[in-house]
């Protein structure tokens, strides 16, 4: 496995319209669009021909049209079209590189070599119960990595989410159980006492999580429902998707799976906003901004078995962007 095999989210589904749109992906440009079916495809952002940008282009006819010398191209990148010499058939040979892609919660998602790897899993995704919207994007000045580590941690939230997810009076966290899974690393019997555990608290409890990495750069957060809760049973969900922009940037996501159906999505959505932008300066803030694989190069405590897993886990997929 690589990070070019895996499947990684580099945009919201509503985000590719009618205009083609430039994103970055593991240090390379790519252009998205819509083509006449509607399918979004996923081209090297430039053009064969004398190298222009084809994301300052525009879709003409079901193709991508070149903003320099309007050559046009069809799903999967063949040249369709020199309007310079109208009557020449471009060959095979002409086209732009294109990429596979997929739509799956509300993103799309791009691979850029060929494997059997399949989407994260976001097991949530399928209990009708919930309620699915998404949050971000965020453009963070860190690791991938680093990103996922954070999401993974307990033990900052009384200072970093002081008076929302932690209090400086308990800090101490409780043994908690870590085990290799098919895909990741799975944690459980995470709890913490949480002044403000979502967007409704009105009085500080303990809250119970299971925290899961399902893939390199992708990581979930289950809340295990309380004893006497009215929705005991809906085990309620964050996803956090990233895509590596490059070893030391990101583009992030939040994926919720809740059971309030009261609060308007802007109000779901400024609560996660709220925790995240908390996070974001100091992520930004740590050296290495790759992650050190070398368990040597940073100290550790107890309460930091989940990230050691993790770190272990990268680098038994020979995981390179975003690590040192």
Not at 159 to 182: I, P, Q
Not at 279 to 291: C, I, N, R, T, Y
Request: glycine share 6%; hydrophobic share 40%.
């Amino acid at each position: 496995m690589t990070e070019r095999t895996l499947w990684h989210p580099v945009a919201q589904s509503p985000e590719v319209v009618t205009a083609p749109l430039p994103v970055q992906l593991l240090d390379q440009a790519l252009v998205l669009w819509r083509n006449a079916e509607g399918l979004v495809q996923a081209f090297n952002d430039r053009c064969p021909h004398r190298g222009a940008r084809l994301s300052m282009g525009r879709v003409e006819n079901g193709s991508l049209e070149c903003p320099y010398h309007g050559w046009q191209f069809s799903s999967g990148g063949q040249c369709v079209k020199v309007p310079a010499v109208p009557d020449f058939v471009p060959p095979p040979s002409q086209c732009v590189k294109s990429f596979e892609v997929q739509e799956d919660y509300g993103l799309v998602w791009v691979r850029l070599e060929a494997s059997d790897s399949q989407l994260p899993v976001f097991a949530a995704e399928a209990d009708t119960h919930l309620r699915k919207l998404n949050c971000g994007p965020y453009d963070v000045a860190a690791s991938a990595p680093r990103i996922i580590e954070n999401f993974l941690d307990m033990a900052h939230f009384g200072f970093v989410h002081e008076g929302w997810l932690g209090s400086r009076d308990a800090t101490a966290m409780a043994s908690y159980k870590v085990e290799a899974t098919a895909n990741g690393v799975l944690a459980t019997g995470c709890k913490a006492v949480q002044p403000q555990s979502n967007l409704h608290s009105t009085q500080a409890a303990e809250v119970e999580y299971t925290y899961e990495v399902t893939a390199p750069y992708t990581a979930l957060l289950t809340k295990i429902p309380e004893e006497g809760s009215s929705k005991q049973g809906w085990r309620e969900s964050i996803g956090l998707f990233i895509c590596p922009v490059t070893s030391e940037s990101s583009r992030v996501w939040f994926r919720l799976a809740v059971a309030d159906f009261e609060s308007s999505d802007e109000q779901l959505q400024t609560f996660q906003h709220t925790i995240f932008v908390q996070d974001q300066p100091v992520l930004e803030s740590q050296l290495p901004k790759a992650l050190p694989l070398d368990p040597r190069a940073e100290m550790h405590s107890s309460a930091d078995r989940m990230s050691a897993a993790y770190r272990r886990f990268l680098k038994s997929q020979a995981i390179t962007f975003g690590v040192c």
